[in-house]
């Protein structure tokens, strides 16, 4: 995480406080310029704090000191080209401190307005989340417009800064306990013209599968009813967590019907892997149906844990379609190695294969990491 850290880092501070005193003549930037000096051992999300407080502390102080102030502040800063980049994140946040302090329904929606403006510059998409959480439908009512707005960046925010498990940012409740809320925005935005926007679409579907996978599904099927050319991809990946799953309906929407498929044994390269390494293995599908077979083929590994106990995450593997009777020997190779995303633990550890959601046979082999060796 050393390199994120720095997206945010002195330089970029100092920076921002000479942006800001040409944007308001005459203003001091004392707390700000004196935080850039006291990043080096704070992560990513300390540092975006650390500086929206020093920010703070300075608008605080400056004359007729409030949202009103520091949005035309921020407004005029963006005249400025280098006002840009992974700074604008406490920017964002500060602005969205003040409206909500000041209570007042016109900084509420105005802030929002100023967070489209900030997004091609950086997204609003976690500063966002805070005026979610105050008025979920003041905020929807306002985002939703956003569909329809020229800049990509903007349509994008309308749908990340809404996603119910967006990384990095805070939990909404409200995007949790009603995932209908936001399908007006999805519904308008899944054939939108740029892929960054429908790559957004697509994972906020999969967020919304976690704890709606019936209303996701549904939604689906809709888009299917009505495509564009990239329909199919936008619905494949925003399924992917639930046909991982198993889930029928989300195999079903896929082409993936139930099939009768006989698996050979799992053959492992080796029943040890000292981490760092791959674990390679190989396995034979037979479809035995008197029909052709489109087969979603996944595998999970089961994952020894600290306590002893075990989690599994599937990997998807390939999709394919085999005749009546015929036979494919597969392959692949599973890289086990230390990841910011997953603790490895020595000990036991099993594969299994899924085959449209149906699993079959396990293999079990031990994983060794660095220095660690299970008897």
């Known amino acids: ?28 930037w004392p707390d700000l310029t004196a935080a850039a000096t006291t990043l080096n051992e704070l992560s990513l999300r300390g540092r975006t704090d650390r500086v929206c407080g020093a920010l703070l502390h300075d608008l605080r102080r400056l004359p007729g000191a409030g949202y009103t102030t520091a949005a035309g502040i921020f407004r005029r800063a963006l005249d400025n080209p280098g006002f840009t980049g992974w700074i604008l994140w406490p920017v964002s946040e500060a602005a969205v401190t003040l409206a909500l302090e000041s209570g007042a329904a016109p900084d509420f929606d105005d802030c929002l307005a100023l967070l489209a403006e900030l997004t091609p510059r950086l997204t609003g998409e976690f500063a966002i989340r805070r005026l979610l959480a105050h008025d979920p439908e003041a905020a929807l009512r306002a985002i939703s417009q956003w569909t329809g707005h020229p800049d990509e960046h903007v349509r994008r925010l309308a749908s990340e800064g809404t996603r119910a498990y967006l990384p990095w940012a805070v939990r909404v409740p409200a995007l949790v306990q009603l995932p209908e809320a936001t399908l007006p925005i999805l519904n308008t935005l899944y054939r939108d013209p740029s892929d960054y926007v429908r790559r957004s679409v697509a994972n906020h579907l999969n967020d919304l599968a976690r704890h709606a996978p019936d209303v996701v599904v549904a939604t689906a099927a809709g888009w299917l009813a009505a495509p564009d050319a990239n329909t199919a ?8 967590t639930l046909v991982k ?10 082409g993936f019907a139930p099939a009768s498929v006989v698996v050979t044994e799992l053959r492992l390269d080796r029943q040890v892997v000292v981490m760092p390494d791959d674990l ?65 633990h020595p000990g036991m550890h099993a594969l299994e294969l899924q085959i449209n959601g149906v699993r079959h046979g ?14």
Request: aromatic letters at 6%; hydrophobic letters at 40%.
């Open 1 to 28: 995480m050393g390199a994120m850290n720095e997206l945010i880092n002195r330089q970029g501070v100092e920076a921002l406080a000479d942006i800001l005193a040409t944007a308001a003549p005459g203003s001091q």
């Open 233 to 240: 991809w936008v619905v494949r990946h925003g399924l992917r």
């Open 245 to 254: 799953k198993g889930h029928p309906g989300a195999l079903a929407l896929q």
């Open 280 to 344: 390679a293995f190989e396995f034979d599908l037979s479809n035995t149906g008197p029909d052709e077979a489109r087969l979603a083929v996944d595998y999970a590994v089961h994952y020894q844990k600290a306590n002893g106990s075990q989690s599994v995450k599937v990997f998807k593997l390939t999709a394919l379609t085999l005749g009546a009777g015929e036979t494919r020997t597969l392959a692949k190779r599973h890289a086990f190695r230390p990841m910011t995303t997953r603790v490895h």
């Open 362 to 375: 396990r293999s079990e082999f031990r994983v060794e990491t660095a220095g660690i060796k299970v008897i």
